[in-house]
């Protein structure tokens, strides 16, 4: 039961095309519903409904080499958000998923100098279970009293009108600042609201569970996301995960999507133009139990080692230098689903080893607990040696499973 956190980090937003600039563009219809539901919206960067632009960050360093680092990643996260709604039965996890669509990621004039689509670079995802035209009080949307004062904006974006039960806004930074070119992205959250578990607690869902947000942006056709967004925790209670925890954490680089500098070749007006338009999906996953997405995880190495092989292959005709930090990855990748097998199989073997040492009697019991501290002592080598892996690979953090009982 490990729960490891990949690249990531994603959201994902619903949009309709918006002629007017000050206005958010809409997830979908409004629709009177009493389940729990994802929706997904885009504002412009200086009117997001809670920050008004306040939360973004003021100057973001050139990220030229990082930026080739997190190409890589941009190709091997797979399509994560269908993928793990497909693994979790309802039994295991209650997820809530939306897609929708930027009409354009970045903007651009006929000087070709990408900058991020300032009408639509701030993206809040939330969930709720009442929708419609908005009435009642105030009390009746959220709790949340800064909520409270967007409820208009947030319900003429997603027609939430009530029931509020999560809410992330975040913006979307290029690197490089002012005149220089950018070669990457990442998202910086600016608001958070998640005060307790979603789904209440019961015989089937504990009080310790495992909190998965992730959203991916996609250019139109493509299989596989270019970018994402990943918040994750493992084991935390309901209220456990604060604000301050969330608002401004340093989400990794993404590479910005291929074909983006054709498109804006293509530009040769004076005044800036919406380009690209792309694909959002977002899954939002509360576990019944904690450790719950410890299999998916392991998986997940398997089929990002794969997505490797498929991108040392399309890069071929790329630079040199590129080619060789996708090889170089897809050994480090080959390398750390190897440890991380070797670690749950050291992890039983130890947990079995206690299990015989304190049924054992007379003899047999000391001979087991010779035998359990060599099995401990191979859990603690084959984790150190997974951790060390992970940091030198740059993959995601690693987080060990429960302890075992310490021997006497």
Known sequence: MISNRFFIALLITSIAGCADTS???????????????????FFPGENCPVTKGAGQEAAVLAAAGVAIAAEV?????????????????????????????????????????????????????????????????????????KLQSARTSINE??????????????????????????????FVPVYWYYPQFITPDSWR????????????LSSPGATSPFGLLELQWNAVKSGGISRQSV?????????????????????????????????????FTETAKPYVLLKYTGDALKSQRAALSSAAEDTVTQAFSQQARITARQSAVGDIEKKYNDYSTAYDNASASYTTYKNATGIEKTKAL????????????SETTLQAAYNNAGIGSFDPLPALTPLQ
């Not at 958010?24 to 929706?39: C, H, I, L, N």
């Not at 974006?157 to 992205?185: C, D, H, M, R």
């Open 205 to 216: 869902f504990g009080s310790e569970r495992d909190v998965l947000l992730r959203a991916e």
């Open 247 to 283: 608002v401004g954490r340093k989400l990794p680089w993404s590479p910005l999507p291929e074909g983006l500098t054709q498109a804006a070749a293509k530009v040769t007006s004076e005044s800036k133009k919406m380009i690209y338009p792309v694909n959002v999906s977002a899954i």
């Open 370 to 381: 010779a035998r359990a501290r060599i099995a401990y002592e191979r859990l603690d080598n």
């Open 157 to 186: 974006a997603t027609g939430i009108n009530g029931s509020l039960a999560f809410y992330l806004e975040s913006t979307i930074v290029f690197s490089g600042g002012e005149k220089n070119l950018p070669t990457a992205f990442t």
């Open 73 to 145: 990643a941009g190709k091997v996260v797979g399509n994560a958000v269908d993928a793990l709604g497909d693994y979790l039965s309802k039994e295991q996890a209650i997820s809530y998923k939306d897609s929708s669509r930027m009409d354009g990621f970045a903007k651009t004039s006929k000087d070709h100098l990408l900058t991020a689509n300032e009408e639509q670079s701030c993206m809040i995802i939330a969930i709720a279970k009442s929708f419609g035209t908005l009435s009642g009080d105030a009390q009746s949307f959220s709790h949340d009293t």
């Open 23 to 41: 206005k958010p563009t809409p997830s979908m219809e409004r629709v009177a519903d009493q389940g729990y539901q994802m929706r997904i919206a």
